[in-house]
């Protein structure tokens, strides 16, 4: 009996083995739809490719995603951890964090106390002033802070178009929280998951490198005008302690363009941030890059009337790339899109005609149809690709054309830029050559497509990185 | 290759057991391990394993020698001598030729350049298992191997190879020749092998992850007690690891007719160092027993030769470990405190309760640990202050620094747990036929987790590249 029940184990296991190597060997699958890439495969095994440890390691690699339920198992680990991670993370941090928000909540009180008393101090000082004289002084003491105010809310109003001449507001720490660290080094600060921040010591060789080229290009193009737009985000300011990277103002001071045509997606405060992107994603959301397009359409066409959001729709969850190799399960957050009254555009993506950039209006009318929502949405397939080159043409506009040259985050705008230009292009430099098959000259392009108004765009990646770099 | 990876599971044990078992003679039986083997080391270094072919050739040869030479006493001993000194010097050029040359820098200024030199995986222990034949030859305890592929084939046997025990000739000497396997010892080496994944891929990887987490962290972040915790959890990865490690070894050697010694008696319940070390590496201990410590004189000497013997044993210990100074200073530190037990606290500590002196033991295990874990001197310096005169534990600033630190802190529990014998509990069920149903079922299943683990995590430290 026992040589049975152990004959049996052993055959059981044995089996179980070399059926696992037979599938990942003789059956391989293409595609992994969990971690949204190509799934590994053998290496051929050569003398050359054993010696040099490559076959060794693709091996690995393909076991890893090969083996039937490898897949199934990793997703179940994955759980199983950041739920039971999760649930202790809650359970430790949550005397902390409702101090913090208690004391957050305490700290606006104070201030609104303080206004009012201010105010009514104000009011009485008035009342009380006994003669003409004392009155007068006191008129001219309100008058000048009046005056100062007004120099503040106009420094504000400034700023919120994205102008900045040299003044903007600290960093406004409106919270006690603090950044925790999860294992893959993604930081989590209240419910957004974030990068760390890359100051300007950091980046400022690889800056210089961007702005040179973009001086010799105003320089050479004097017949274009040029715009520049940096996007802050979570990497440019430290939320708990005050801290700028300093990139947007360093960016600002080097590059040779009036005040008014290079203008920044300015973020002050966390409250703000939260409203303006993703928890998960590291790109702006609906709320943001409306914000962002406006500020857009002020420096380009200033006066031009923007389209207005109409509704805001949830179109389902999003587990963006913050949270990938994190812990997707956990970090998950509803997205919803805004809509707007769009007129038609004949849209061109690498040569390509399309009827649509982005699937927003899609997903929208889904809902209202009473479809169910997207189990895991993704900012490229809502607002649109990173197509190396984009082509909107708007029969309905005589504004003129205009090239974007940009990475992701412009993707957001583009739908609501294109109903303001006769011709908007968009080029992606990352994947024009991959994606046109043509080598991208900025020389010959503005030469072929009678560009006058060229922008810039994007966030620090788009300013470091070589690939962004217009030679 | 580790035991520890898919491509062990998928590719190489189960194509070994496959081909080892379609044949029926021994011979040919013999060659399927031999080139298993060989794949198996290859596999992590494709060209080092010639250079541990060449020290087997050299040890068969001088084998071969030391056997001819039988009736002349000095031609043996000048055979056996160079043998000994030509394997030694191996171990000692790639191993410790780097650290010899930085320290000799280190005193007379940058005069020689510092080789580099790749290490070879295992060849501590292929090293002292070959020693341990020439000797015991030498001896007259073992008989001559006259077959090459026999030789190599002891060596470079893959559960044995990178992470020991060490297999002394004598215990294998006959199996080589002649054994037998059966489905119920099959089934008790996968049982052994199974335990042994878990203990590594479950429980040591683990608690390593919460020891990186804070050694690599801020120390004023962690504290006195992160760092206590960070050295227990340590003391638990190196012996969830390295018993894990026996324990697959035992399994697969098994597996395939083979009966290793066993190298660990759960040494953390020792209520003293002697105790403990005679539960740890039971084979490294008793190899210096046996090939150092006697020849030297053991304790039948003079007590000043006597405490030289144990100074010289046990830096050679430390030093087997790795070259580096922290090992030297572990083992001296080992060294003194079995000098002092034998005198003086030995007597004290028998007297004390079991609880106290088992906590004073570990006490003394976990702080060598702490000395053996960091190599470098000012992490040493850091942990060892913080330990002792560290801040006041932090639990917001902990997690901010690393939120891992929940998931590692999970496993020190499992492990102090585990640490104790209750794995013999299982041992008793499985002597009834329905228990043993149960215990096949349960290690089937642990199979299955320990494979879960390895496709989520990609976190499995390799302790023994200094080995």
């Known amino acids: 009996m026992k040589t049975a029940v152990n004959a049996v184990f052993a055959a059981g296991v044995l089996t179980a083995l070399l059926t696992g190597l037979g599938k990942a060997a003789l059956l391989p699958e293409d595609i992994n739809e969990y971690e949204n890439r190509y799934m590994e495969q053998f290496a051929p095994l050569t003398v050359e490719s054993y010696l040099d440890g490559s076959f060794q390691e693709q091996a690995e690699k393909a076991l890893a995603d090969q083996l039937p339920w490898a897949i199934d198992a990793k997703k179940s680990y994955n759980t199983a951890v950041s739920g039971f991670t999760g649930s202790v993370f809650d359970a430790l941090t949550r005397g902390y964090r409702e101090a913090a928000a208690a004391e957050d909540a305490r700290r606006l009180e104070e201030e609104k106390k303080a206004e009012e008393e201010r105010l009514a101090a104000e009011e009485k000082a008035l009342q009380e002033a006994k003669d003409a004289e004392e009155r007068a002084a006191l008129e001219a003491k309100l008058e000048a802070e009046r005056q100062a105010r007004e120099a503040e809310i106009r420094l504000q109003n400034e700023l919120s178009r994205g102008i900045y001449r040299g003044v903007r507001n600290e960093v406004k720490v409106d919270s006690t929280e603090r950044y925790f660290t999860l294992p893959s080094g993604r930081l989590v600060y209240k419910e957004h998951l974030m990068y760390e921040n890359r100051f300007l010591a950091g980046e400022q060789k690889k800056l210089d490198d961007h702005i040179e080229a973009i001086n010799n290009l105003v320089e050479r193009h004097p017949e274009i005008t040029f715009y520049t737009y940096y996007i802050e985000k979570e990497t440019d300011v430290n939320f708990q302690t005050g801290e700028r990277s300093g990139i947007f103002e360093y960016l600002h001071d080097n590059i040779d363009l009036p005040d008014e045509n290079k203008r920044g997606f300015m973020i002050d405060r966390f409250s703000d941030f939260d409203a303006w992107f993703f928890k998960t994603d590291h790109h702006w959301c609906g709320t943001g890059s409306y914000r962002g397009y406006t500020q857009v359409l002020d420096m380009i066409l200033p006066g031009e009337t923007p389209l207005e959001p109409l509704e805001y729709t949830e179109i389902g969850k999003l587990s963006g790339s913050k949270a990938t190799g994190t812990d997707t399960e956990r970090y998950t957050e509803t997205v919803g899109v805004w809509s707007y009254d769009f007129k038609p555009v004949t849209i061109t993506l690498n040569g390509e005609k399309s009827s649509e950039y982005g699937r927003q209006l899609a997903y929208v009318q889904r809902i209202k149809d009473g479809g169910t929502p997207l189990e895991n949405a993704k900012y490229g397939a809502v607002y649109g690709p990173d197509s190396g080159e984009a082509i909107f043409e708007n029969p309905e506009s005589d504004n003129g054309s205009i090239l974007i040259l940009g990475e992701s985050y412009d993707n957001a705008l583009l739908m609501l830029l294109s109903q303001h230009f006769s011709t908007l292009y968009s080029v992606d430099l990352r994947n024009y050559k991959a994606q046109t098959g043509k080598v991208f000259s900025f020389d010959s392009y503005v030469k072929e497509h009678g560009i006058d108004r060229v922008l810039l765009i994007g966030n620090l990646d788009y300013y470091v990185l070589q690939a962004f770099i217009l030679k | ?467």
């Open chain 2, 1 to 467: 290759m580790v035991f520890s990876s898919l491509p062990f599971l998928f590719i190489f044990i189960s194509l070994t057991c496959l081909f080892y078992f379609a044949f029926r003679s021994l011979k040919w039986r013999n060659g399927v391990l031999l080139f298993a083997s060989l794949v198996f080391y290859s596999w992590g270094e494709p060209r080092l394993v010639l250079l541990m072919a060449l020290v087997v050739l050299a040890a068969w040869a001088g084998g071969l020698g030391i056997d001819a030479l039988k009736d002349r006493p000095k031609a043996r001993r000048a055979c056996f001598i160079g043998t000994v000194s030509l394997i030694t010097l191996n171990l000692a050029v790639f191993k410790y030729l780097g650290f010899l040359v930085s320290n000799i820098n280190g005193i007379f200024g940058p005069v020689l350049t510092v080789p580099v030199i790749e290490l070879p995986i295992g060849i501590s222990f292929y090293t002292f298992q070959i020693l341990s034949y020439v000797i015991d030859l030498y001896k007259g305890n073992v008989g001559v191997q006259k077959s090459f592929p026999r030789l190599l084939l002891y060596v470079s046997f893959f559960p044995q190879l990178i992470a020991g025990p060490i297999v002394r000739y004598s215990t294998v000497e006959s199996e080589i020749g002649r054994r037998k396997e059966d489905v119920n010892e099959i089934a008790w080496g996968l049982r052994r092998f199974i335990t042994g994944l878990a203990k590594k891929v479950i429980i040591s990887n683990g608690v390593a992850r919460f020891a990186e987490i804070v050694y690599a962290g801020d120390p004023q972040v962690y504290g006195r007690l992160m760092y206590w915790l960070a050295a227990i959890a340590y003391s638990l990865q190196l012996y969830f690891d390295f018993s894990g490690y026996s324990d697959m070894a035992i399994g697969l050697g098994r597996i395939f007719g083979f009966h290793f010694l066993e190298n660990f008696d759960h040494p953390y319940v020792s209520c003293s160092i002697t105790e403990f070390w005679r539960r740890w590496h039971i084979s490294l201990s008793t190899w210096f027993r046996d090939y150092i410590y006697i020849p030297l004189g053991g304790s039948r000497v003079s007590r000043g030769r006597w405490f030289f013997n144990i100074m010289v044993v046990w830096s050679l210990t430390g030093l087997w470990h790795g070259a580096s100074w922290n090992f030297v200073f572990w083992g001296l530190y080992y060294g003194l405190l079995l000098v002092l037990e034998k005198l003086v606290t030995g007597r004290l500590m028998a007297k004390l309760p079991r609880p106290i002196s088992w906590l004073i033991t570990m006490f003394i295990v976990i702080l060598g640990w702490t000395i053996f874990d960091l190599t470098d001197p000012a992490a040493l310096s850091t942990a060892l202050r913080t330990m002792f005169a560290g801040g006041p534990f932090r639990p917001m600033d902990v997690l901010a620094a690393n939120t891992g630190i929940i998931e590692g802190a999970f496993y020190i529990p499992l492990g102090l747990i585990f640490m104790f014998p209750v794995g013999k509990l299982f041992k008793k069920i499985e002597s009834s036929a329905p228990g043993l149903i149960l215990a096949n079922l349960w290690s089937a299943a642990l199979l299955v987790l320990c494979c879960v683990y390895m496709f989520g995590s990609s976190f499995n430290p390799f302790i023994y590249f200094r080995f």
